[in-house]
T-cell receptor
Framework: AQSVTQLDSHVSVSEGTPVLLRCNYS??????LFWYVQHPNKGLQLLLK????ATLVKGINGFEAEFKKSETSFHLTKPSAHMSDAAEYFC??????????????WGLGTSLAVNP | DSGVTQTPKHLITATGQRVTLRCSPR?????VYWYQQSLDQGLQFLIQ???????AKGNILERFSAQQFPDLHSELNLSSLELGDSALYFC??????????????FGPGTRLTVL
């Protein structure tokens, strides 16, 4: 079975400091992994995705994530936080349902606050 | 702009009523997904349709139903509404190519308020 765990429900950083949002996953298959972002009162937007190519994935708005198979992790990072990064972030793994069809398994989300 | 459209943006109704939410996927996408997002339960997957057929079911109540039409737009029907159904309902679409990852593109959501 597949699962995803976002290790922090809330993260608070100061503007200009690094961001680290942690995600661990479990999958019986070679997974595809995603990070989505949801700004307040907005829909969800894909930040980046890993699909078995390069393990370091670059996304939009300066975010990156590194796939580490040995640690079953896919942590999201950004070198310098901006006020506009304040949002909810979801880690997602692609798995399979009972009918062997692909499905996305969503983490519970990490709320990122950026302080001036 | 993801290319996924949802109507209406906001819906206010009373308990016991029935509403229909509508979603148009991105051009060419065959899969449509419905999600419910509430403050206490987070983002919950409800149901997926692929090319008109139900493909996967999540935490969808029996009072809720959905369908996908030949033109690929989808509707989510919510009946006998309760206060607890107040939430943001998202539709997403994906190409769902065989063997490909299911990257999903989300609409802006419909905010349902049940009074």
């Amino acid at each position: 079975a597949q699962s995803v765990t976002q290790l922090d429900s809330h993260v608070s950083v100061s503007e200009g400091t690094p961001v680290l949002l942690r995600c661990n996953y479990s999958s019986s298959y070679s997974p595809s992994l995603f990070w989505y972002v949801q700004h307040p009162n907005k829909g969800l937007q894909l930040l980046l995705k890993y699909t078995s190519a390069a393990t370091l994935v670059k996304g939009i708005n300066g975010f990156e994530a590194e796939f580490k198979k040995s640690e079953t992790s896919f942590h999201l990072t950004k070198p310098s936080a901006h006020m506009s990064d304040a949002a909810e972030y979801f880690c997602v793994v692609s798995g399979r349902n009972a009918g062997n069809n692909r499905k996305l398994i969503w983490g519970l989300g990490t709320s990122l606050a950026v302080n001036p | 702009d993801s290319g996924v459209t949802q109507t209406p943006k906001h819906l206010i109704t009373a308990t016991g009523q029935r509403v229909t939410l509508r979603c148009s996927p991105r051009s060419g996408d065959l899969s449509v997904y419905w999600y419910q997002q509430s403050l206490d339960q987070g983002l919950q997957f409800l149901i997926q349709y692929y090319n008109g057929e139900e493909r996967a079911k999540g935490n969808i109540l029996e009072r809720f139903s959905a369908q996908q039409f030949p033109d690929l737009h989808s509707e989510l029907n919510l009946s006998s509404l309760e206060l607890g159904d107040s939430a943001l309902y998202f539709c997403a679409s994906s190409a769902n190519l065989a063997g490909a990852y299911n990257e999903q593109f989300f609409g802006p959501g419909t905010r349902l308020t049940v009074l």
